[in-house]
Structure formats: structure tokens, C-alpha cells
């Protein structure tokens, strides 16, 4: 079974601090991605990977970096935070070779005040 | 609008009853994915679907491209299956996925 895990769980930040959500998955995948969710929405991209090194620009990066450090490791950083960007952030990893299906991490829950 | 509409929003029903859900797409989806996401907010993959169907268990999916939306059947409702479902839809074979706003399913005993 895919294995994802998040850290921290829960995360409270001050307006204009930095953020970093931390993934890490066990099960070799090219593909790992940053969502977020919001009451309302369905999960939406923000940044996502294809391998070490490599990130890009989902459909609302604004105000988000991503690092991906190593083939396991994919970090989502929040260089000011701002109240909006309160949510639950979701990683996700996928085997990136045509079929894919997403394993998640267990998300954090971020509140900036 | 929504790329992705699901409905219903939300839905209540029995243990032991039965229930469709629905995913229509207003874009060229190539594969469609569904999620639960249980009371603990976990989400769990459900289906991986080509244009086909596919069957685990009580549940069934269907996926027509031509027609453009994909259903989940859950057949003999159990408690657990009490969640949010999430349909997902990839786009251009680029493994982006377009997610739906969900259906909040609560199954009462």
C-alpha cells in the first residue's frame, strides 16, 4: 500500500511568517502534488512535481513555492502567510507512467492568523 | 462554470439502500478518478477509469467520454460508506486532475 506522509498535522502561523508543509512518500513515484481544500471546493493544484528537481505551477500557485528536493521528498513553502491561505493541504503521490492513480498523505491543517 | 459538476451536492439514505452519483464534465476528460473522503478527512481511491466500468464490491463506475460523465453506483449502503465523494477528472493526458466540488453522502441506520 502507498505510503504518504505529512508533517506537521496541524500548523498555526502568524500573517507573514513562512510556512513549510512537508511530504514524504516511500514508494518510489515520479509524480507528487500539493492540493489544497476549501469548504465549498473540491481540491485544487497547487504546485506539483515530476521528479527531484523538478516543480510546477498547478492551477493557483500565487503566494506558494515548492521544492523537490529528492525523489521522496516534495515541500510546500509559504514565504508570507496570509489568512487566506488558512485551508487543509493535501500531498498526493502518483506513479506518473500513464496510469495513474493518487495515493494521499493525511493532510495538515493550516490556520494563519 | 464548473468544469467538473457533481451532483447531488449532498444525500441521506438508509443502510441497505441503494445510490447513484454523478459527475458531468464540461471539458475532454480521458480518465476519471473516484475519491471518498471519510468523517476523518482521509481520502481514499475508489476508481481509476478508462472509458469503461469498473465493479468492487458494492460499488460500480461508469465512465463515458463520448457523453461526457461518469457515475458511481453504491449498491446495499453500509455506514461506512458515509463520506464525501470526489470525482476527478484528467485532462489531456497530462496527469492534472479537475476535481468536482463533491457529494456529501450520509447513510443512516
Known amino acids: 500500500e502507498a505510503a504518504v506522509t505529512q508533517s506537521p498535522r496541524n500548523k498555526v502561523a502568524v500573517t507573514g511568517g513562512k510556512v513549510t508543509l512537508s511530504c514524504n512518500q516511500t514508494?518510489?513515484?515520479?509524480?507528487m502534488y500539493w492540493y489544497r481544500q476549501d469548504t465549498g471546493h473540491g481540491l485544487r493544484l497547487i504546485h506539483y512535481?515530476?521528479?527531484?528537481?523538478?516543480?510546477e505551477k498547478g492551477d493557483i500557485p500565487d503566494g506558494y513555492k515548492a521544492s523537490r528536493p529528492s525523489q521522496e521528498n516534495f515541500s510546500l513553502i509559504l514565504e508570507l502567510a496570509t489568512p487566506s491561505q488558512t485551508s487543509v493541504y493535501f500531498c498526493a503521490s502518483g506513479e506518473g507512467l500513464g496510469v495513474e492513480t493518487l495515493y494521499f498523505g493525511s493532510g495538515t491543517r493550516l490556520t494563519v492568523l | 462554470g464548473d468544469k467538473v459538476k457533481q451532483s447531488p451536492s449532498a444525500l441521506s439514505l438508509q443502510e441497505g439502500t441503494n445510490s447513484a452519483l454523478r459527475c458531468n464534465f464540461s471539458i475532454a476528460a480521458t480518465t476519471v478518478q473516484w475519491f471518498l473522503q471519510n468523517p476523518r478527512g482521509s481520502l481514499i481511491n475508489l476508481f481509476y477509469l478508462v472509458p469503461g466500468t469498473k465493479e468492487n464490491g458494492r460499488l460500480k463506475s461508469a465512465f463515458d467520454s463520448k457523453e461526457s460523465y461518469s457515475t458511481l453506483h453504491i449498491r446495499d449502503a453500509q455506514l461506512e460508506d458515509s463520506g464525501t465523494y470526489f470525482c476527478?477528472?484528467?485532462?489531456?493526458?497530462?496527469?492534472?486532475?479537475?476535481w468536482g466540488s463533491g457529494t456529501k453522502l450520509i447513510i443512516k441506520p
Open positions: 512535481s515530476y521528479g527531484a528537481g523538478s516543480t
Open positions: 514508494n518510489n513515484h515520479n509524480n
Open positions: 476527478a477528472a484528467e485532462r489531456d493526458s497530462n496527469y492534472q486532475l479537475i
